[in-house]
């Protein structure tokens, strides 16, 4: 090669060189000065081990005091496979500790990382044979046992679709305990430990320690006696009645609001909610779908057609604008067995024997749809939509939960003569149970409309202190005159009319039956009964709702919910009677 040659090489790659020397003086200049601070963060992470303290969630009380959710403690299992030794031995007994596959935790102890977990949620009695075992073979270092929490429920199935259940990190998924998360949760706690590449521990003072929070505890407004009450007949009649597509029941305080109960059948286990009940052999899909509406809350998250019951909402009207002169006029309305609108006859329920001259009071005793349906037309589609928007029926209650449906009516301006006929007697829309408890309710509240709850209050959890939340009412729907006079027919349909079968002996009970199509053509009905006891002095208002009974005591309100509320009034009257004293 000659040397002009070997000149012209050697200056290609001193230039070649110097290129380079300039881009990875740059490279560096730009790590060193813009993104020094992440990467020392990083490095500073790398050498930290941090372990969280999880937050005990707050507890969840009913309103007598009895501890309905709790967290208790449990524990996880980590290791720090830098540190261990003799791994293959760590590896089996870990493995029969915990009864974990051994290629799955020989596979984690040989990671190249600070932490790893082992187990989660394990009992005090597994991790004591842990530390025994640790101790008996000399092993101080690479295994952390770690204090946990884990969600507990004392009485599994008790107001399953009220509180709710809680995740495997805790948070809440469902009911109450989503519902109020924020409140609950607490505050977690960790401990750091800085150590070298070689898992070694560096500095003085070892590992800083910050204690966790725990979250704020809850008051329900559900007594425990009471749900237990509502669930062991609501299961009795579902079974009963063989009511294919489940049933709820709710009972309100309506003097404020306060859910006393609020129960569907089926419910889960809170301390299962992953397993299906008495179901096997389906699907992955199908599995999914069962525990989906094992969680459901029917009683807020279903609508139906109310039927007859929603015959209070015409009478009210009617009495409050008023259109009928009273309760008693005997013989203002005549039953001819139907009634004919817009060119569309409607038929009585037993237009085969028709009800002949009857009372406004009598007519509610017996549910005579015509006497309704006049009704409706004489009051209007513009003042029936507003009791409607009065009443709460055009907007959801808000009650505290996740997942409150709204009501289905057709838009005011699309009504015509037989749209309204249909609404005056409860048919060809659909409301939720809470809003027919919720109308009920601010009738036995001398009209005063009245918001359903089911938490009244707080506890600090650092403090104590208690902070109660204030009960939310509304407008004066009807007027206290009205509210006493739609009470008093409603304790005659129970007294005398088709609710027989819910008087309770020694107290007064109103209510009204309903029976619907659940669809059209579907050939499945929902059955139900709302009520209010006692007459004079209102504590508590019910609603059965049962949805497609079969059985042998056929699908009507009078024959099938009825007798579900008079059981159910029986025994939490004088429970309530008792609580006064």
Partial sequence: MSNLNMKKKMKIELILFCVGFLVISVKLGYVQFFK?????????????????????RGVIYDTNGNVLAKSNTVYTVNVNPAKLQNKEVIAKAL???????????????????????IAKKQSKEKTDSLRNWMNQNNIFAGINIDEDTQRYYPYNHLASHIIGFCGSDNQGLDGIEAKYEDTLRGVDGYID??????????????????????????????????????????????????????ASIILMNPQNGNIWALANYPNYNLNQPYILENVGGVSKEEKTKL???????????????????????TASASLEEGIVSGPDNSGEFNCSGGIEIAGVRIKCWRYYRPHGAQSLRQALMNSCNPVFIGLGQK??????????????????????????????????????????????????????????????????????????????????????????????????????????????????????????NARVEGYSVGGKTGTSEDGVNTGKYVTSFIGVAPIENPKVTILVTLYNPTGPNGHQGGGVAAPVAGKILGEVLPYLDGMDE
């Fill in 36 to 56: 020094g601070k992440e990467y020392s963060s990083k490095a500073l992470e790398q050498l930290n081990t941090s372990r969280k303290i999880p937050a005990n």
């Fill in 95 to 117: 493995s029969d500790i915990f009864e974990l596959e051994y290629e799955e935790v020989w596979k984690k102890v040989n990671q190249n990382i600070s932490i790893v977990n």
């Fill in 193 to 246: 430990r800085a150590q070298n590449a070689k898992g070694e521990d560096v500095g003085k003072d070892g590992e800083t320690h910050i204690d966790s929070i725990p979250g704020d505890d809850i008051i329900l407004t559900i007594d425990k006696n009471i749900q237990e009450i509502v669930e062991k007949y609501l299961e009795e009649a579902c079974i009963e009645n063989v009511c294919t597509d489940g």
């Fill in 291 to 313: 525990l989906q509406a094992s969680w459901r809350n029917k009683a807020i998250s279903d609508t139906y057609e109310p039927g007859s019951c929603f015959k209070l909402v």
């Fill in 379 to 500: 009051i209007g589609v513009e003042k029936y939509y507003e009791y409607l928007d009065r009443f709460g029926f055009l907007r959801k209650t808000g009650i505290d939960i996740y997942g409150e449906a709204g009501s289905i009516f057709l838009k005011q301006e699309k009504v015509g003569p037989v749209e309204l006929e249909t609404i005056s007697f409860g048919q060809r829309f659909e409301v939720t149970p809470i809003q027919m408890i919720t109308m009920v309710s601010t009738i036995a509240n001398n009209g005063r409309y009245v918001h359903p709850r089911l938490v009244q209050a707080s506890i600090d959890s650092e403090t104590g202190e208690r902070t109660d939340f204030e009960h939310q009412f509304g407008e004066q729907v009807i007027s206290e005159e009205t509210a006493k006079t739609v009470l008093s027919m409603m304790n005659s349909v129970v007294s005398e009319g088709t609710g027989k």
